[in-house]
T-cell receptor
Framework: GQQLNQSPQSMFIQEGEDVSMNCTSSSIFNTWLWYKQDPGEGPVLLIALYKAGELTSNGRLTAQFGITRKDSFLNISASIPSDVGIYFCAGLKSGGSNYKLTFGKGTLLTVNP | DADVTQTPRNRITKTGKRIMLECSQTKGHDRMYWYRQDPGLGLQLIYYSFDVKDINKGEISDGYSVSRQAQAKFSLSLESAIPNQTALYFC?????????????????FGPGTRLTVL
């Protein structure tokens, strides 16, 4: 089946630093989603991207839908300790009754105060 | 109150036992999903349902079955649990996508069920 390559697998940074992570695929998606998962909880949607080339911000988070529709990146600026968690990208193909949301394997972010 | 709830939150069982995980939602969404999460593997789709009585297989449906008897409830069953089904299980819901830029494709996740099969 189709796969998403998410990188890096993990990051250990100092508070205040900027963070960048990305996902690539051999398949085209019509939606890209970025989720964050805190320990013991389900993923929570951070940003949704619906159009190739789209750049969307949510506070300190910025994400872009790659122009080829096969990739996306997420940036976090001025990281803070509560940014700690696992970040997942997800690519969606949908149309009528056909629906497939594929998740990347996650990026584990650790922020050192 | 949480919009998507899962019961139980934790379960330890033995090989060969039948297990049912329940998911309920108060969001009024038509679409519901069951995912499995293993360390380092992200989330894998087991089954999904677009409406009551509608059932569709996901990537890893073998060994699992589901039931959607009501809009608000979607249950996942393991007919005969095996140790490699030890994982975190998440239920999710989404509304119908209306327009491409609407958040109709957003999935809302429950808190998860940690299942251990001995």
């Amino acid at each position: 089946g189709q796969q998403l390559n998410q990188s890096p697998q993990s990051m250990f940074i100092q508070e205040g630093e900027d963070v960048s992570m990305n996902c690539t695929s051999s398949s085209i998606f019509n939606t890209w989603l970025w989720y964050k998962q805190d320990p013991g909880e389900g993923p929570v949607l951070l940003i949704a991207l619906y159009k190739a080339g789209e750049l969307t911000s949510n506070g300190r988070l910025t994400a872009q839908f790659g122009i080829t529709r096969k990739d996306s990146f997420l940036n976090i600026s001025a990281s803070i300790p509560s940014d700690v968690g696992i970040y997942f990208c997800a690519g969606l193909k949908s149309g009528g009754s056909n629906y497939k949301l594929t998740f990347g394997k996650g990026t584990l972010l650790t922020v050192n105060p | 109150d949480a919009d998507v709830t899962q019961t139980p939150r934790n379960r330890i069982t033995k090989t060969g036992k039948r297990i049912m995980l329940e998911c309920s939602q108060t969001k009024g969404h038509d679409r519901m999903y069951w995912y499995r999460q293993d360390p380092g593997l992200g989330l894998q789709l087991i089954y999904y349902s677009f409406d009551v009585k509608d059932i569709n297989k996901g990537e890893i449906s073998d060994g699992y079955s589901v039931s959607r008897q009501a809009q608000a409830k979607f249950s996942l069953s393991l007919e005969s649990a095996i140790p490699n089904q030890t994982a975190l299980y998440f239920c999710a819901t989404s509304d119908l996508p209306v327009i491409a830029r609407e958040l109709g494709n957003e999935q809302f996740f429950g808190p998860g069920t940690r299942l251990t099969v001995l």
